[in-house]
């Protein structure tokens, strides 16, 4: 099983709901991620967890917060979100490198998240 | 600060042809470097994986070179198929107070029947 499966895969809010994306893999990996790509652009890294500690997080506004509640599960919590943080959010995991392990990433198809 | 750049930006060829994606990075720190392709909307796929020691790595119709002193990777495509057409993505993994992958701004390629 190489999969990562997010949930949901489309979210509409307004600027006032609280809301949450979720990501889950059954991969063994200790380190899951997540990255927000605006349209024709690059996936940008927001938060990175390593053993289930945040050990990333680039510069992101507190209306994002991040939770893993164990090592299979990654969560994003959203609030008081503002229209031009509408965006395609998605997951990642992998094990770190060295040894056998190569570091490779692994995605989710992500969550398109709209804000009115 | 690491910087990773895609060449081209987009490319459009015939089906059947052979092409090459370029992806170059400032800092030889890399610990791998990943290509991915992503179709719209749509989450990443891993095409191929190269580890820093590594010079090459090939999967059916894709081969992927890595030279980590000049900071170059190519992706070669042999005997393109409109289904190729996607966005490829060169990523490389760096330390940066914890493992983080960073991403080029990738080819759009588009391979017409």
């Known amino acids: 099983d190489t999969e990562v499966t997010q949930t949901p895969k489309h979210l509409v809010m307004g600027m006032t709901n609280k809301k949450s994306l979720k990501c889950e893999q059954h991969?063994?990996?200790?380190?899951m991620y997540w990255y927000k790509q605006k349209a024709k652009k690059p996936p940008e890294l927001m938060f990175v967890?390593?053993?289930?500690?945040?050990?990333i997080n680039e510069s992101v506004p507190s209306r994002f917060s991040p939770e893993c509640p164990n090592s299979s599960l990654l969560n994003l919590h959203l609030h008081a979100l503002q229209p031009e943080d509408s965006a395609l959010y998605l997951c990642?995991?992998?094990?770190?490198?060295?040894?056998?392990?190569?570091?490779?990433?692994?995605f989710g198809e992500g969550s398109r998240l709209t804000v009115l | 600060k690491q910087e990773v750049t895609q060449i081209p930006a987009a490319l459009s060829v015939p089906e059947g042809e052979n092409l090459v994606l370029n992806c170059s990075f400032t800092?030889?720190?890399?610990?791998?470097l990943q290509w991915f392709r992503q179709d719209p909307g749509k989450g990443l796929t891993s095409l191929l994986l190269?580890?820093?020691s590594q010079r090459e790595q090939t999967s059916g119709r894709l081969n992927a070179s890595l030279d980590k002193s000049s900071g170059r990777s190519t992706l070669y495509i042999a005997a393109s198929q409109p289904g190729d057409s996607a966005t490829y993505l060169c990523?490389?993994?760096?330390w940066g107070g914890g493992f983080k992958t960073i991403f080029g701004a990738g080819t759009r390629l588009f391979v017409k029947a």
């Open positions: 990642a995991s992998s094990q770190e490198p060295g040894g056998p392990s190569t570091g490779e990433l692994f």
């Open positions: 991969m063994g990996h200790r380190a």
């Open positions: 967890y390593s053993y289930e500690k945040l050990s």
């Open positions: 800092d030889s720190a890399i610990y791998n």
């Open positions: 190269i580890q820093s």
């Open positions: 990523a490389v993994l760096v």
